[in-house]
């Protein structure tokens, strides 16, 4: 029997990457050329596909990356000269902030408890501050901050530069790319194919920012495929280096396969899915769910606490459903379920019938 995956990335393969993976192999997409045409146009095909999906304008670049930590890097080493400023409220917001600390920025911080969320009325940008950092979904507690905050923000801060983490909920939040300065996402996560592939979306600002930072001696924007030489070769649908070809293809048809459904009906069934679930921790004895600001709960890592996850995980995992378990000491207390496009309404009903038992 094959299991269903609500784990939150690596998760469940989107159902049809077996048959696009397929046709690559046919096609032999492994041993093109990235120097080619037949490369440049694949390229060219899914930048189309996720502009259409994400509503990305032309002011915008897409870049490929190996992953999106990686893309915690870039955009700091290319974003800022001096300052960062980071909203941190679980593992993966903590380490976008760590990098900044590493790369010898002066990082500021504004900090949540673990489960609780950001809103805009909490949140003054220190002056200096050059990149504003957001997490939109943190995985670790399953706490969203909603796109309409983000972008008052940036109305309130216009001259800072704003970025956005995606990764674990990308295509469902709605952001306007008319605001929002960049933002990235790796493919392991909702877009429901295995791990090795990150995007970096990004727009002109932030390249003038980087080009910027590269007049000054005492400061590098890094060795490794900076903004303004990922920007270049983009600009005839190439990479600076040997890019994963294959998952840029298998990126593009996923994502044609989204905009076949239509975005708003992926945001419909998510917030669908998601409502299920919520209903069912809330109405159960044995389960609550962890976020407990509805505005802030998750609609893609919801995270449930129960007093003894390891044995409903194991217990699930006999009917083929594998849940992820609670982040790092957490475990003990949590468990977390993945609502991505992959699953749908049936299987997420299925898992809600199963946890009833
Ligand atoms: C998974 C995750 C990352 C890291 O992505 P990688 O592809 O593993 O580098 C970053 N941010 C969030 C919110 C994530 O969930």
Same mark, same amino acid.
Not at 279 to 283: A, G, W
């Given at each position: 029997m094959k299991n269903t995956y609500f784990t939150p990335g690596p998760a469940e393969l989107y159902p049809t990457f077996a048959h696009h993976l397929q046709t690559a192999m046919d096609e032999q997409i492994g041993s093109i050329s990235h120097r080619s045409k037949q490369f440049r146009d694949i390229y060219k095909f899914t930048d189309e596909q996720l502009r259409i999906l994400l509503n990305i304008p032309a002011t915008h670049g897409i870049f490929f990356t190996g992953s999106a930590s990686e893309?915690?890097?870039r955009v700091l080493f290319n974003c800022v000269e001096h300052e960062s400023f980071h909203l941190v409220n679980g593992s993966f917001s903590r380490k976008f902030y760590d990098y900044a600390h590493s790369l010898h920025k002066y990082a500021h911080v504004l900090e949540k408890p673990f489960g609780e969320g950001f &809103?805009?009325?909490d949140i003054d940008v220190p002056?200096?501050?050059?990149?504003?950092?957001?997490?939109?979904?943190?995985?670790?507690?399953g706490v969203q901050m909603r796109p309409a905050d983000m972008h008052k923000l940036k109305r309130k801060y216009p001259k800072k530069l704003f970025v956005v983490d995606m990764v674990s909920s990308a295509p469902y939040p709605n952001l306007d790319f008319n605001l929002i300065d960049s933002a990235f996402f790796s493919v392991q996560k909702a877009f429901g194919m295995p791990a090795g592939l990150g995007v970096w979306i990004a727009n002109q600002t932030c390249l003038a920012k980087a080009e910027r930072i590269q007049k000054y001696?005492?400061?590098t924007t890094g060795a490794h495929h900076t903004l303004p030489v990922l920007w270049k070769h983009y600009q005839t649908f190439e990479t600076p280096a040997t890019p994963n070809v294959l998952f840029i293809y298998l990126l593009g048809k996923i994502a044609e396969d989204f905009n076949r459904i239509g975005? &708003?009906?992926i945001r419909k069934q998510t917030e669908e899915k998601a409502k299920m679930l919520y209903?069912?921790?809330?109405?159960s004895k044995e389960f609550q769910p962890f976020v407990t600001e509805e505005r802030h709960r998750s609609q893609t890592v919801i995270v449930a606490t129960t007093k003894n996850p390891a044995e409903v995980l194991a217990a699930t995992k006999q009917a083929g459903l594998?849940?992820?378990s609670g982040y790092g000491s957490f475990k003990d207390t949590q468990m977390r379920i993945a609502n991505f496009p992959a699953v749908s309404i049936e299987q997420v009903q299925n898992l809600i019938n199963q946890l009833k038992k």
């Open positions: 893309v915690w890097e &809103d805009y009325s002056e200096y501050a050059e990149l504003v950092c957001l997490t939109h979904n943190e995985t670790s507690s001696e005492s400061i975005i &708003d009906t209903k069912f921790l809330d109405d594998i849940l992820g």
